[in-house]
């Protein structure tokens, strides 16, 4: 219209609102309906499926076998955030993975301790009591449901 240049300015301002734009149109219109819900039919098919196996999903739900914790010891979940430990044979005990000092996840459990690398605390796989500091407090108890040779949460 007039005989001036755009500036540079103007001329990156209007390639990214089009850009958004085009993108924003093309996710707008072909994720919601035909992406998303053959998605979630699929993911229930197998499950469907899955459930004619009804071996696998229990599986999903099993945190471990009871013969997965050794006597004396235990195991650390980190997914789960949790840990189980085993102080005497048949006994089962689950807390809390997260260290009461900062807040890192337990590393390791050895010697008849839980320990935590981040500084050095440590608590005992009978109780959760702090064994060594700097751990302020036990681990809180979590709750864990032996069902014959299998450990759930809950």
């Known amino acids: 219209m007039s005989g001036t240049p755009p500036t540079r300015r103007t001329v990156l301002a209007t390639g990214g609102a089009v850009a958004l734009a085009a993108g924003c149109s093309k996710y707008g219109d072909e994720g919601a309906d ?42 650390i979940f980190k997914d789960e955030k949790v840990v189980v430990t085993q102080p005497e044979k048949g006994d089962f005990k689950g807390f809390s993975a997260v260290c009461t000092h900062s807040g890192c996840t337990v590393s390791e ?46």
């Open 34 to 75: 035909p992406e998303s819900p053959p998605g979630s039919e699929s993911s229930a098919a197998p499950s469907s499926s899955g459930g004619g196996k009804s071996q696998k999903p229990p599986a999903a739900d099993e945190l471990a076998k009871t013969s997965d914790i050794p006597v004396g010891g235990g195991k």
């Open 109 to 154: 459990v050895t010697g008849g301790t839980i320990n935590c690398a981040c500084h050095g605390s440590k608590y005992r796989v009978a109780d959760a009591s702090v064994a060594d500091g700097p751990a302020p407090r036990p681990l809180p108890a979590q709750k864990i449901t032996v069902t014959g040779k299998s450990i759930t949460l809950g």
